[in-house]
């Protein structure tokens, strides 16, 4: 069982960037597809980015060419690299865990993701 922590939310400018981070203990990241959802004030959660160790990441289409997904198995951390943030972004990211996707076909629905992080808040001011 793997046990995930997010961080590096916060407050930022439109336009503006910001790297989160997701740090797993108990096993490693390359032992799962990792990916990143969100969630805006009333609204279901939405799927931002996924990777595992065998195929290319894919990314929801509003962060498409906007946001970045990476991992560092040294540091057994998952990243989600923001740039040009619009106050449509602000949201709780979530970092998740798929046993099933570690080495085929990313998942996209929530419902595939058997482990998650607490959220970090991420707001994008205008």
């Known amino acids: 069982q793997v046990q995930l922590v997010e961080s590096g939310g916060g407050l930022v400018q439109a336009g503006g960037s910001l790297r989160l981070s997701c740090a797993a203990s108990?096993?490693?990241?390359?032992?799962?597809?990792m990916g990143w959802f969100r969630q805006a004030p009333g609204k279901k959660r939405e799927f931002v980015a996924a990777i595992n160790q065998y195929s290319g990441p894919i990314y929801g289409d509003s962060v498409k060419r906007r946001f970045t997904i990476s991992s560092d198995n040294a540091k057994n951390t998952v990243y989600l690299q923001m740039n040009s943030l619009k106050p449509e972004d602000t949201a709780v990211y979530y970092c998740?865990?798929?046993?099933?996707?570690?080495?085929?076909?990313?998942?996209?629905?929530?419902?595939?993701?058997?482990?998650w992080g607490q959220g970090t808040q991420v707001t994008v001011s205008s």
């Open positions: 998740a865990a798929d046993w099933t996707s570690r080495f085929g076909t990313l998942k996209r629905s929530e419902t595939e993701y058997d482990y």
């Open positions: 108990g096993r490693t990241v390359s032992d799962y597809g």
